[in-house]
């Protein structure tokens, strides 16, 4: 087989997950919308460090080899998370 073809099997395969994980982080932000909307119910803070703590250790303990640069992956998705929560805090007040 040569090389070109296997690399586009490989790209075939890559646009396929990229597919599959905005997917699931598009829904990721819809949950963390709703829980953002049930924390200004409750007049809860949106920031709560042990809840993040909790998610980082989960996804570095599940990532493997790339653990590290998974967990920046997931700072960044929680940093976002956090902004559309607030989001939801100004336009109700």
């Known amino acids: ?24 982080i598009s829904e ?30 989960n996804v570095e303990k599940n990532s493997g080899k790339y653990s590290d640069r998974i967990v920046e992956i997931y700072k960044i998705i929680l940093k976002i998370s956090g902004e559309i929560q607030e989001e939801i805090f100004r336009d109700k007040r």
């Open 28 to 57: 990721r932000m819809r949950l963390s919308q709703e829980i953002g909307k049930n924390k200004f119910e409750k007049n809860e803070e949106i920031y709560v460090p042990d809840r993040e703590a909790e998610v980082l250790r």
């Open 1 to 24: 087989m040569k090389d070109n073809d296997i690399r586009d099997r490989y790209r075939k395969k890559i646009d396929e997950l990229d597919l599959q994980i905005s997917s699931l």
